[in-house]
């Protein structure tokens, strides 16, 4: 038999191992190798890009700053042509000399004559209107023969009449409200609206003295422009066209007239009273 020798027995079980052991750290390093690498990789690619991006950006803010000074030199060294328009522009004449219409500001005017004036170095076509009324004459451009108005047919007369029969419609507001509305209503220039401004500020056979300045004025104003157009349309008198429209109205100037002068008389019999009474007291 032969002996066994342990000590060589041992040797062999611890070499292994360590072998073993060896071969496991071998590994190990090497994978911590390869994931360094890897993570190397990536920085160097992402430091990469941002370097990309950063130099795009910079690209096009240098680009834009460019463009921006390229305009600014653009618009610095070409000056802009002035071209100098020595003619209105054309446009044909819907009105003749002679005929009647209505100025909204101003209300009815006859055209007395076409004339050209020179503004600015530039011709303007106008309108030379006469009011009659208010003894004044007016210049309207020929582009601007919009805002002129023609006058009312017969059609528009009656119903114009009709508005006036009819029953005013007063609103329950403060009356600097609705005397703006009035206001508007007779700048406006239409006839239907004027209409309803004599209509509803009118008072019949009432006293003219219980309206207010403002309201007084307000419906003179708008009366005489209506009346204004009434007489031109109908080709009557002034007095056959105010007669008309008192109709209508229910109005009698006369009657009122003469309540007035009564009431004037009556308020100065009682002061004379009053000042005879102190006197004798005294």
Same mark, same amino acid.
């Given at each position: ?18 072998i073993k052991n060896?071969?496991?750290?071998k590994s190990i ?10 993570? #190397?990789? =990536?920085? %160097?690619?992402? &430091? ?7 130099? +795009?950006? !910079? $690209?096009? /803010? *240098? ?105 005013? #419609?007063? =609103?329950? %507001?403060?009356? &600097? ?7 508007? +209503?007779? !700048? $406006?220039? /239409? *006839? ?91």
């Open positions: 038999m032969k002996k066994i020798n342990l000590k060589n027995i041992l040797k062999k079980t611890f070499k292994k191992k360590k060896t071969k496991v750290k390093k090497i994978n911590k190798k390869i994931k360094s690498i890897k993570l #190397k990789t =990536k920085k %160097t690619k992402i &430091s990469k890009l941002s370097k990309k991006q950063i130099k +795009k950006s !910079s $690209s096009k /803010k *240098i680009s834009e700053k460019n463009n921006y000074n390229l305009k600014i030199t653009k618009s610095s060294d070409q000056k802009p042509e002035i071209v100098k328009v020595k003619k209105q522009a054309t446009e044909k004449k819907i009105y003749k000399i002679n005929d009647h219409v209505v100025y909204p500001k101003h209300g009815v005017g006859q055209i007395t004559e076409f004339k050209k004036i020179n503004i600015g170095g530039i011709d303007v076509e106008t309108y030379i209107l006469k009011f009659e009324k208010d003894k004044a004459n007016g210049m309207v451009p020929v582009n601007k023969q919009s805002h002129l108005r023609p006058l009312a047919t017969i059609n528009q007369v009656n119903k114009c009449v009709s508005i006036l029969k009819s029953t005013p #419609k007063i =609103k329950r %507001t403060m009356w &600097s409200r609705r005397a703006q509305e009035y206001e508007a +209503k007779i !700048s $406006s220039g /239409k *006839i239907y609206e004027l209409a309803e401004v004599v209509r509803d500020l009118n008072k019949g056979d009432d006293l003219m003295i219980d309206q207010s300045y403002s309201e007084r004025q307000l419906f003179e104003k708008a009366y005489e422009r209506l009346l204004a157009e009434f007489q031109i349309v109908l080709n009557t008198s002034m007095e056959e066209a105010q007669k008309k429209l008192d109709k209508a109205l229910k109005r009698n100037i006369e009657i009122q007239k003469n309540i007035i002068e009564k009431k004037i008389k009556s308020e100065s019999q009682a002061e004379s009273t009053s000042r005879e009474e102190i006197s004798e007291n005294l």
